[in-house]
């Protein structure tokens, strides 16, 4: 008899940059309560998956050689849990995963997380679990903050740990320069770095969110330049000195506004429309201050099946530094 092999699934999943992150206290669990609104960004993994006898990870692209191949990538940890919840053998799934990457690693675009989004999203759908949006975003909240909005995208208000979601309207898509660090940063450090340097200097936070909202709905870049926020760019400063120069390097180069994306050490300028980003991005890369440069825009839309093959995805446009 003539079995089917289901044909492999690529879902395409984007990078996350946080332009207002407002940081609590740390909650007994570790984690901190947030204020934030992420924009996905078109800088983007894809994740392809296939039925396989022999299980098996593949990493290809920007930073693959950081990115862990064994039990520790977040691509298992969803697809454990979704094996769990469908009542499927989690240590045995039998599936080859392979990623394609075009987010920096560890660069506080929220890569593993969009990796992991994608695979649940892939596996739902060649495993044929039909699970809809809303349980497929409880699954994402256990397996890490950022991932309910890679699965979501576009632009949203997160709080608790980041996982509660609410969408947010943006008018017009802004445009942004993204500019890669030589090595990545760790989350927890830079956590734990805004802890002890609040601890020593008082409580420095940023402003509510509400006038950025409005900024978003207004589709003005100018007027949202004003309002970007992140309370882990001084933890991130902290630890990497050297982003400083990033930022006004930025700015020097024609950007309305600069900031560290999430924990960084990645640094996203918003300019005021797309040729103007192309031009800053030349500029930046000029000034010798970052490994490599993007363009990208934003809101795009969250983790997508694609029907094309990833080998035909689009190249990112880029400035090499
Ligand atoms: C900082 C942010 C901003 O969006 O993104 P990145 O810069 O990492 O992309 C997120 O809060 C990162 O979310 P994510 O990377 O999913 O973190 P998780 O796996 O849930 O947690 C990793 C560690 O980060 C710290 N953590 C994370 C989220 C949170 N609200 N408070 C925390 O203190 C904790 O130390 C936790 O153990
Ligand atoms: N699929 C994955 N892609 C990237 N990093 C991953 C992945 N799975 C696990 N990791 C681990 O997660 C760490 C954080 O990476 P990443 O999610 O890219 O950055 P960030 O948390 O700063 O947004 C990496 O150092 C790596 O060890």
Redesign the pocket.
Known sequence: MLSVVPTPITVRVPAKVNLHLSVGDARPDGYHELVTVFQALSLTDDVTVMAADEPGLEVKGEGAD???TGP????WKAVRLLAEHCGRDPENPGLHIS?N?G?P?????????A?AAAALQAVNQLWRLELGRDELSEIAGKIGSDVPFSLQGGTALGTGRGERLVPVLARHTFHWVIALDRE??S?PAAYGELDRLRAENGNGRIGEVEPLLEALASGDPRQLALLLGNDLQAAAVSLRPGLRRTLRAGVQAGALAGIVS??GPTCAFLCTDADEAVRVAAELSGAGVCRTVRVAHGPVPGAKVVSEEPANRPTPPQVHA
Do not use: H
């Not at 520790?72 to 691509?75: G, T």
């Open positions: 950081e990115v862990p520790d990538n977040l691509v990623i990457k987010i690693v560890a660069g506080g675009m929220a890569g593993g997380s990796d990545g940063l989350t999430g924990s």
